[in-house]
């Protein structure tokens, strides 16, 4: 049984922007602060990361309510500006989730974002129900501990019981995505569909253009 972990942003959808409008709405709204996201180079990064991280830049601290009442007005906010920012799929991920339920795989989730946010980015273009579970995060704001987490939850639901990291395989768009899919023993497979700079991809196990050529996709996560 092989275990994918999908990142979101860059890999399986575009959002457009939606993610970076929400929450600025999100600071503005809980705190006053107006671009709260200037000058951050957030790609790659977890949403426990990024909210601490903006507030610590506007000299605030965040506590664990400050970022559970972030979340809670985050998330209908996103919900809203991925309609309005005409988000959209990658090329190829329908036809290769599609594939993928015939196959011996678990499918799950390696995002940055929060479990409600990948909800609201997933669910309206109805491929949420494909992954079963995953690391979010909320679960750890660094990107190698919330696959950890992730992989674990993975393996209860592997018909095998999984037991090695060698049967994971991470798929996403940044060298954050590689370092921590490596980190943790996974083969990564990494997409130019995203948020990478030339050469930031060149320590994944497969790099490809995008997901549209179903046999050499379908190849890299599962040879």
């Known amino acids: 049984m092989t275990i994918l972990l999908f990142d979101i942003d860059g890999t399986l959808s575009t959002s457009q922007g939606a ?3 929400a929450m600025t709405r999100t600071f503005q709204q809980l705190w006053g602060i107006d671009n709260a996201l200037k000058g951050m180079n957030f790609a ?4 426990s990361w ?3 991280t903006a507030l610590a830049n506007h000299g605030r601290d965040c506590s664990p309510e400050d970022l559970a009442r972030f979340i809670d007005h985050y998330a209908p906010h996103l919900g809203t500006a991925v309609q309005e920012r005409n988000s959209r799929l990658c090329p190829g991920v329908r036809p290769l989730l599609d594939a993928l339920t015939h196959e011996d795989v678990t499918l799950g989730l390696g995002t940055g974002n929060f ?20 690391g979010f995060g909320d679960d750890h704001p660094d990107r190698t501990e919330l696959l950890a987490i992730g992989l674990e ?5 592997s018909t095998d019981g999984a037991h090695t990291n060698a049967d994971a395989v991470v798929i996403g ?10 980190a943790i ?15 930031d991809l ?8 995008d997901l549209s050529d179903l046999s050499a996709s379908m190849a890299a996560l599962l040879d």
Request: no cysteine; hydrophobic share 35%; glycine share 10%.
């Open 115 to 134: 479990r409600r946010a990948a909800q609201a980015k997933l669910k309206p273009f109805d491929i949420w129900d494909y992954f079963i579970d995953g």
């Open 153 to 157: 939850r993975l393996r209860q639901h």
């Open 44 to 47: 790659g990064r977890s949403d």
């Open 19 to 21: 993610g970076t409008q």
């Open 50 to 52: 990024i909210v601490p």
């Open 185 to 199: 023993g996974a083969k990564v497979v990494a997409v130019r569909t995203g948020y990478a700079q030339p050469g």
């Open 202 to 209: 060149d320590n994944a196990d497969v790099i490809l253009d």
């Open 173 to 182: 768009d940044t060298s954050h995505d590689i370092e921590a899919g490596h």
